[in-house]
């Protein structure tokens, strides 16, 4: 059982200014602005406010805050990049137990094994002075989802039994601060049993009430995926993502470079971002990959009910109301939400929109920042389309697999990811091609052999070469689908791997003569012993040079010599646009290739490349960690991955 003291209201109040005084730390607690209430810094302990009933921003702005500077970059030096933390030590006072529990799991996303040293820096200077609920915000149904009393989390936790509080010690970083700073005493057992008559009275007093136990709430979202009650609610939203802002639970962000006035240096910043937001899925081709405003609405719940406890243990709601509050439409509380699927059906199997498998630990030293790289070579393929040869100037390898990406920054633009195009080597060397598509690419393009870039990666999952010896392979590829591709390709045509493979069969298909790449390359395949190479264009003008075949990519599929194939021991490898898949696909299994034998990659918004930032969710899944090589029999299921 934890150490329980009790304080006397003035004594309280003395420590509080004491801490206030001793000016060690930023001493934040709940004020009130006008009739709600806020988190600040403190310059009285007689403004600190104890009876609230919830405040408008959760505590997580601490930790994650709405605009956090990363790294500082020069724009005069070649590769000038100084991470920054926030080193102040910080005290916050008045933290509601679902506040408690929405940051323990955050801990959970930000300090698993690829750890957020930002995020964790800050956790480690703050002390939570967590207190029990005096008043329920109407919005509130904390009781339904248990987050109304908090047992741990808290380094010290306040509670209000009558003229005095009682001080429950839940870590020795509290119990320091408490013996430092305040005046206290052990507390009596008829205190202590005060302690639960209060949260006891508490649990009462709540008008909100989910009808579904929070256990069961993935079982009713996964049975209603398609019901019309998220059209229905979804045409009132204003897609302002107010919901996601406020909300304790949501963590996704955006990252984004500000350069200073003077254009010399300027900084990498996080920024919060939200689910709800219609760019929150756009690729740097334009495409938003959940364009319509009931699948965000959709995802948020799903999200929060279904995704997270599939993949983390526990529902990402706690209950605060916030979110109703901050709907106009009054939509967003998911109180109401799950009240209304309780009148409907619900399924047992709810893994059925997430993939689980083992993931690695990708980002080597501090999340976010980059590797210096030196551009070795640029070759311009057509008007869009450019190859780079970089070199990682650390010296080592990047020791990635085929199909993994890299994220390249360019300090003062931002940061993208590119797909690796080049085989595993031993050296520091690798490619990458980059279509001109916006801010990034445009500058990368520009740029010249010796400038130097950051990288950081590998990233994402990539193809299992050794589950694919002994087997014949079908690569069908499209557009720059074959950036990726290119490094499968010329990793088992290599002298060193090809006796390791069977037949091959490479389908390449481009939109005209002039956007296909790699053409020495396809010159090379065509030479290997036992491999098909066909290529194909949309369509080709007649001013253009081309006496291939004119046509879809699917009508290269009759040209392949099936008698070379047991479609039971084949691999198919498909890499392209997102409408491609399903005709490639329904193609491959005519010729009797099984599901679990096609593997796709899937194009996303990798932002973060780690599985934090939230922009690259399938379903439940993140392109940039479970991805973005998936097999087609896992990911077939998720309704997201190929719509």
Known sequence: MKKIQSMSKKDFTSFVNTLIASKTYDVVGVKAKGERFVYDTLDT????RLDFDVTIIPPK??????YEQMMKFSLEKPFDVHPTFDDQPRVIIGVHPYDI??????DAVYLDDQKDDFYKKRRQNTILIACDIQKVSERSFAASMKTNIVEDGFDLLVTNIGNTYTITIGTEKGKKLLEKYGKTKDATTEEIKKIKQVRDTLASKYKQKVKIDKKEWPEY???NYQNAIWEEHADKCMECSSCTMVCPTCYCYDVRDLVSLNMKDGQRLRTWDGCMLKEFTKVGSGEVFRDDTK???????FRKGNYLPQRYGFVACVGCGRCGIACLPNIA???DLMNELAHFGKEEETGRYFIKQKTTVVEKGIIHVPRSATIRKIQHLSDTDTFFELELDDKKPLGHDPGQFVEVSVFGIGEAPFGVSSPPTDTPLFEIMVRRIG?????????????KVGIRGPLGTGFNMKSFEGKNLIFCSGGTGMVPMRSVINYVVDKKHRDKYKNITILYGAKRPKEIVFMPDVDNWKKVHDLQCEVTVDKCEPTECWGGCVGLVTTLFPKVRMDKFDSKNTIAIVIGPPVMYKFVIQCLKTMGITDDNIYVSLERRMKCGVGKCGHCQINGIYTCKEGPVFNYQQIKQLPEAFE
């Not at 302990?45 to 600190?48: I, P, T």
């Not at 699948?295 to 948020?300: A, D, I, P, S, V």
Request: glycine share 4%.
């Open 45 to 48: 302990a007689d403004d600190l």
């Open 333 to 335: 509380d998911p109180c």
């Open 439 to 451: 801010n990034v690419t445009t500058k990368l393009i520009g740029m010249k052999p010796g400038d």
């Open 295 to 301: 699948e965000r609405y959709r995802h948020r719940f």
């Open 101 to 106: 529990i929405a940051l323990q799991q955050s």
């Open 221 to 223: 979202l996964v049975a």
């Open 61 to 66: 702005k601490y930790f994650l805050p709405q």
